[in-house]
């Protein structure tokens, strides 16, 4: 392919959702699913539907929901993963199967027990049977930066005839450095009968801090499909961030001589929606959507700025999305005006959600004198993040102080429409808190970490409380919003007992569950 196109392949439904606490359910994925088709991406992998029926439905709901890119879903190179992959994906107009199988020597030895030639008979019959189902094939040689020259271009070319039409060459575990991985591309390119006629793409970790640094020099090669998450978003160190390799190619088209079609203003918006639905914070130098990244706070440089911007910016704020100045809501702004901000923010609320946020709204305004972005996008979140909730919280009273005894006592509801209470002692009220709604649920966890802070500004600004835990061995996250600080704090509790519930309702394929991916 000669296009000078970049192709965006974002997998932060799937291979960022593998970082760990950063699950999601149904709503939520959705969400950042339709926020992805207004950035513009061009493949979504929407996930791997035969890990568990909680991924199938998900990859099915996005299929049939979200309009503009083509929908992409995983699978290994067997038939029950790729037929349960179509399942998922066959009403979409615009499907992709993505087959992967390692290729690596110690992939092959120590995972997969398979010789050579047993590898390259796989991969051919996943990709044929992937191709019977629709054209659009991505194969992926998992491993690919540690694989063989030689092998990896004979795995390649077999799968391409075998009717791949994109082939992703991964770095899985942020090994390779930039020079290194763009000879690889430029290996493929000398070495692998049919390769002008797919499209390569690149699928870069970041263990080394070298994943968009990888992805651009191989961009430089001639691949074009970069695979990407928003915010860096993934296992480990993460992948390589949207965000930054976008704005590189657009900020040096001089250089790189490739065009994007990701509509950059929708950058900003997605990495907040992406950080809050999932509870994983930017860091705040994080380049182009971190909180300083448009900051300038020596002297010299706000007198060139003053002067000349282009002194010391590279790029606009603006084209990235973020607003200098916020725009603020109040106790009589309409409803219209509300589901503009939503939008704004990067949320598609359907009617029903969105009454339901107008009506906390009103509520919040009667509490509060200005509604910031924060306040509204926390009511947005607790509409999308209220999913088969199996326990709500109806009251929580605490005592707390120097000199007595912290305690608490809770009222929740259970889905089954019944109504329990219970009171224990704490260490402190919040911990009394915990305390009592872990004996009403019989769900125990690890407390790991516990943050308070206002989402917005002013005395009368919302408490957000983050609680990390583990449970099974696994990490949750939840979020609870409140202007009372012990409500959001038993709010976010109770976020991830009903977490934990879910999971173990929906028990993850073990099979699939050990399986490292791309
Ligand atoms: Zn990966």
Known sequence: MSDNRLIIFDTTLRDGEQSPGASMNLAEKLEIAHALADLGVDIIEAGFPIASPGDFESV?????????????????????????????????????????????????????????????????????????????????????????????????????????????????????????????????????????????????????????????????EGARQVECTINGLGERAGNCALEEVVMAVKTRGDFFGIETTINTKRLYPTSRLVSRVTGIQVQRNKAIVGQNAFAHEAGIHQDGMLKERRTYEIMLPEDVGLQQTELVLGKHSGRHALRQRIRDLGYHLDDDSLQKVFESFKALADRKKVIYDADIEALAEAVIHTGPALWTLEAVTCNGGSGTVPSAAVVLWNKDGTLHRDASLGDGPVDAVFKTIERITGVFVKLRDFTIRSVSVGEDAQGEAQVEAEHNGRILRGRGVSTDTMEASALAFLHVINRALLRQQQKMNPQTEAVTVT
Request: glycine share 4%; with cysteine.
């Open 60 to 220: 099915q709901a996005i299929a049939r929901d979200v309009q503009g890119p083509v929908i992409c879903g995983l699978a290994r190179c067997n038939n029950d993963d790729i037929d349960r992959a179509w399942q998922a994906l066959c009403d979409n107009p615009r499907p992709r199967i993505h087959v992967f199988l390692a290729t690596s020597a110690i992939h092959r030895e120590f995972k997969l027990h398979m010789a050579k030639e047993e590898i390259v008979r796989r991969a051919v019959a996943g990709v044929e049977r992937a191709k019977k189902c629709t054209d659009n094939v991505e194969f992926s040689p998992e491993d690919a930066a540690r694989t063989e020259l030689d092998f990896l271009a004979e795995v390649v070319e077999k799968a391409i005839a075998a009717g791949a039409t994109t082939v992703n060459i991964p770095d899985t575990v942020g090994y390779a450095v930039p020079e290194h991985y763009a000879s690889i591309i430029r290996y493929l390119k000398q070495n692998v009968r049919g390769i002008d006629k797919v499209v390569i793409s690149v699928h870069c970790h970041n263990d080394l801090g070298l994943a968009v640094a990888n992805s651009l020099a191989a961009l430089k």
